[in-house]
């Protein structure tokens, strides 16, 4: 064993993990991997929580008094997954105070119905931010153009907001303008700006997937040898745009009045590909400033064999622009990729929220009280 995720939280990298279940706060291993894993955050999404809701049975008291109700299935989605965010964010508190509020948080999601709808997406944040009432929660809204005001007006409102599915280096500077409007908003508003934080989840490993099966229907050597490549070069020259936007005036003047960068966040961290190293989306991502949320199965292969070797991102942009244009040259128009992983992104948590949807609704009939 090594002390690789000691190493990388020394490096600046928060680690969250990319999981959450009602048995994993009950048993007390959340709390061993914030004491032991130096898990340090929590994220969730609607495929999270489908498969907790529908595996064992850790939900069925609460299930069975929701049911005793007559209450809507939507209704008990929000009251079983904000229960769950609370809970998770109670035993997080500690890291939350101890970090000044950079860290101990938890992410809920908005229902990815409402992902282009941005009048609905900026209520949906307000109602979840009520019903988990924890200083310590994020509210996750995708970065499709209609999410980008909501996120906006979410800020604005001093909601603190994790944005997800990012996936082009256009679309992130675009969020974090809609970070930066956000907080002028909310300065205008005379709102403590020190007191909201952000994310921008920036997916990794879905590009190279997309990517390597374009160069793979190519089958040319010169193809083959770009392969893997993609995604940690888009992460890169993400970590650059960061590095840009946050060393303007525009900020300047924010942090003059307390706000917060908007850390990037390395999302789709596990590796897909069995020919690469499966903690290749943290090794070679590691920057100040910067959240790596993983799934269990990557954290502790990094916890376990992890090789940390210090900052991997700055100084390699040249690099990383140059792999991209490899790619671009062999007839793969990054704009196409990109735009297809962020609609099936969408697509995805729609499937998942449906089928949680489904699966709940027949845990309440199964638990329904008989007549009489």
Same mark, same amino acid.
């Given at each position: ?21 009602r048995k994993r706060i009950t048993s ?6 914030i004491d032991q894993q130096h898990v ?19 939900y069925d008291q609460q299930l069975s ?88 007006? =979410?800020?604005?409102? *001093?909601?603190?907001?994790?944005? +997800? !599915?990012?996936?082009?280096? /256009?679309?992130? #500077?675009?969020?974090? @303008? ?123 292969? =990094?916890?376990?064999? *992890?090789?940390?070797?210090?900052? +991997? !991102?700055?100084?390699?942009? /040249?690099?990383? #622009?140059?792999?991209? @244009? ?47």
């Amino acid at each position: 064993m090594t002390d690789a995720l000691k190493r990388l939280s020394e490096e600046g990298v928060a680690i969250w993990l990319d999981d959450l279940s009602r048995k994993r706060i009950t048993s007390g291993n959340l709390a061993e991997l914030i004491d032991q894993q130096h898990v340090v955050g929590v994220t969730t999404n609607p495929t999270i929580f489908q498969k907790a809701i529908s595996q064992g049975d850790g939900y069925d008291q609460q299930l069975s008094d929701l049911a005793a109700r007559g209450v809507t299935v939507e209704e008990a989605i929000r009251m079983i997954t904000t229960a769950d965010v609370r809970d998770a964010a109670d035993i997080l508190r500690p890291v939350f105070d101890a970090t000044g509020g950079q860290d101990g948080r938890v992410s809920i999601e908005v229902d990815p119905r409402l992902a282009h709808n941005t009048k609905a997406t900026v209520a949906e944040a307000r109602q979840l931010a009520w019903l988990v009432d924890r200083p310590n929660t994020l509210i996750k809204i995708p970065a499709t153009k209609a999410g980008l005001p909501g996120i906006t007006e =979410t800020i604005a409102n *001093g909601i603190s907001v994790n944005v +997800t !599915l990012i996936f082009s280096l /256009e679309r992130y #500077r675009e969020v974090m @303008d809609a970070y930066l409007s956000g907080l002028e908003k909310a300065k205008a508003k005379g709102l403590d700006l020190s007191k909201i934080h952000s994310v921008a989840s920036f997916f990794v490993s879905r590009v190279d997937t997309e990517i390597n099966k374009r160069i793979d229907a190519l089958g040319t050597d010169e193809a083959k040898a770009l392969r893997g490549k993609s995604a940690i070069a888009n992460a890169r020259l993400a970590y650059q745009a960061y590095e840009e936007v946050f060393s303007t005036d525009r900020w300047s003047a924010l942090e003059r009045e307390g706000a917060n960068k908007q850390r990037p966040l390395w999302a789709s961290t596990g590796v897909k590909d069995k020919a690469y190293k499966d903690t290749m989306y943290v090794t070679e991502l590691v920057a100040p400033n910067t959240v790596n949320t993983m799934p269990e199965a990557t954290l502790y292969a =990094t916890e376990e064999h *992890g090789e940390i070797t210090g900052n +991997t !991102l700055v100084g390699r942009y /040249e690099q990383a #622009r140059a792999d991209l @244009d490899a790619v671009e040259q062999l007839g793969i128009k990054y704009d196409d990729v990109v735009r297809l992983l962020e609609e099936e992104g969408v697509e995805k948590f729609e499937a998942s929220w449906t089928d949680l949807l489904k699966s709940t609704e027949a845990e309440l009939q199964r638990l329904a009280p008989s007549e009489g």
